[in-house]
């Protein structure tokens, strides 16, 4: 019995806890002026070096489009669908009416991580161009965010992207960045390490990770909450709260 006991506390303090990181993903960074104006937005509470799996998402309190400076509430648009093991997730559509940078904004749900008794609310942005070059790097003005120092698109792989953590608008120093690819299969990790990358900003909140492989790679800076949430029977635990970012790189051929 003592042996089976040593054996589970074992397995258990080397089972990796994997990174939430909550998925924007847009069919594309990138709407050509002469073609369709129209962009497909998945939404997905995951972890997405490991492929899942898929966490249950309540509705968004938040889902929006930050164009031309105005926000606009595009809660209407949010249709939930069903991913891995029956797990809610959500997507939307929008079409864009003038030329300018597309800022899409999520502030979903708190999730209760039993595991860790805590709460977490990842407010995750995406940008998608659509002929303009400008407005890229506008603010939304979330509780916790990554305003970057890079474009967010037009990307090759290599290339660096840089940015400066926010909280209440103001840079958070030596904040701790969780950086993963979303993978498509074809990669698998040679140990844990390399699942979740990490890098920390500097004084200035400012930090810098340059991207080996094409496709989508989330930036998530976690800050304390500074206040509690709520678990599922209604006391005060631990709240984290991330400032996400999604930017996609392509390869050069």
């Known amino acids: 019995m003592l042996a089976r006991l040593a054996a589970a506390a074992v397995l258990t303090i080397a089972t990796p ?4 990181f909550q998925e924007l993903i847009p069919q594309t960074d990138i709407l050509a002026e002469d073609g369709d104006r129209s962009v497909r937005l998945d939404i997905t ?3 997405p ?3 899942g799996p898929v966490m249950e998402m309540g509705p968004p309190v938040q889902f929006g489009v930050l164009a031309g400076g105005r926000r606009q509430d595009l809660r209407a648009a949010l249709k939930p669908v069903r991913k891995g093991d029956g797990r809610t997730a959500f997507e939307a559509g929008y079409k864009a009416s003038a030329p300018g940078d597309l800022v899409f904004f999520l502030e979903p749900a708190p999730y209760w991580e039993a595991a860790e008794g805590k709460a977490i609310i990842h407010y995750t942005k995406v940008v998608v161009d659509f002929g303009s070059g400008g407005g890229w790097d506008r603010l939304v003005g979330l509780p916790v965010e990554i305003e970057p ?9 290599g290339n660096a992207f ?9 840079p958070v120093p030596f904040a701790e960045i969780e ?11 040679p140990s844990d390490p390399f699942v979740t990358q990490v890098v920390k900003a500097d004084a200035a909140g400012q930090f810098t990770y340059v991207m080996p ?14 206040r509690t949430g709520k678990g599922p029977d209604g006391k005060p635990v ?9 930017v996609k790189t392509v390869d050069m051929k």
Do not use: C, Q
């Open 162 to 170: 840089r940015g400066i953590v926010r909280k209440a608008g103001k």
């Open 238 to 246: 631990p709240l984290e709260l991330g400032g996400l970012m999604w």
């Open 179 to 189: 950086v993963e690819w979303r993978n498509d299969g074809s990669v698998r990790a």
């Open 45 to 47: 509470f995951t972890h």
């Open 213 to 226: 492989r094409a496709g989508w790679w989330g930036f998530a800076a976690l800050v304390d909450g500074g």
């Open 49 to 51: 070096m490991e492929r």
């Open 17 to 20: 806890v994997l990174a939430h």
């Open 149 to 157: 120092l890079v474009r967010p698109y037009g990307l090759w792989t």
